[in-house]
């Protein structure tokens, strides 16, 4: 995916959600690239791993995977909001939809 487009925020049930893209841990867990606090209305994304930028298709997958956190708890759907496995998949076929829009 050679977009490079970075929302920076979104609305979902008229709240606005902030998105922060972030070069090291940020508060992040080592292994995660990213992370979503409906709580707080905010994604963080991380856009380096190990010293090294992470490829746009990296990031906006990312970005689509934590989308589907909050869409889920937007929905009240609090057990399919902490399924990782749920959101991986849902998320991955989104990214997939958004990737081959056509027009």
């Not at 508060?27 to 707080?40: F, I, Q, V």
């Not at 708890?73 to 990214?95: D, P, R």
Request: proline share 2%.
């Amino acid at each position: 995916m050679e977009n490079s487009f970075r929302p920076t925020s979104f609305k979902v049930c008229a709240r606005t959600f902030n998105i922060k893209y972030v070069k090291d841990s940020c508060g992040l867990d080592a292994g995660d690239m990213g992370c979503s606090n409906y709580d707080l209305g905010e994604i963080i994304i991380r856009t380096r791993l190990d010293g090294r930028n992470l490829p746009e298709d990296a990031i906006m997958e990312t970005l689509f995977h934590e989308l589907q956190h909050v869409i889920f708890w937007a929905a009240g759907l609090s057990e399919l909001a902490t399924s990782e496995e749920v959101v991986s998949q849902t998320s991955n076929i989104a990214l997939q939809v958004w990737s081959t829009l056509n027009g």
